[in-house]
Nanobody, 122 residues
Framework: QVQLVESGGGLVQAGGSLRLSCAAS????????MGWFRQAPGKDREFVAF????????SYADSVKGRFTISRDNAKNTVYLQMSSLKPEDTAVYYC???????????????WGQGTQVTVSS
């Protein structure tokens, strides 16, 4: 098990940027695939990005490709999501998650943070 705590959310104007962080407890952070997901009101939780254990492989949802960048620092037990050119439709609660396989399906992830709100105003 790993405990995850997200931070960095907030209110930003369209076209702006935010960087989300997710700090993990425990000594096994580097053994997990890490993902970011988001959930807007009234919608299902959706995949945003994932990154492999060694950071050599990343994958993005089409809706964020070219605007968002996922990265990780295994020495700091932290995964990041740099978000640029934000749009109102990016408004959601953003969650980080830890799992054992690289999948876009939220069900593949066993450990979740509490989420951080991102609001993009037009």
């Amino acid at each position: 098990q790993v405990q995850l705590v997200e931070s960095g959310g907030g209110l930003v104007q369209a076209g702006g940027s935010l960087r989300l962080s997710c700090a993990a407890s425990g000594r096994t952070f580097s053994s997990y695939v890490m993902g970011w997901f988001r959930q807007a009101p009234g919608k299902d939780r959706e995949f945003v990005a994932f990154i492999s254990r060694g950071a050599g492989i990343t994958s993005y949802a089409d809706s964020v490709k070219g605007r968002f960048t996922i990265s990780r620092d295994n020495a700091k037990n932290t995964v990041y999501l740099q978000m640029s050119s934000l749009k109102p439709e990016d408004t959601a609660v953003y969650y980080c998650a830890a799992g054992s396989i690289m999948r876009r399906d939220p069900a593949a992830y066993d450990n979740w943070g509490q989420g951080t709100q991102v609001t993009v105003s037009s």
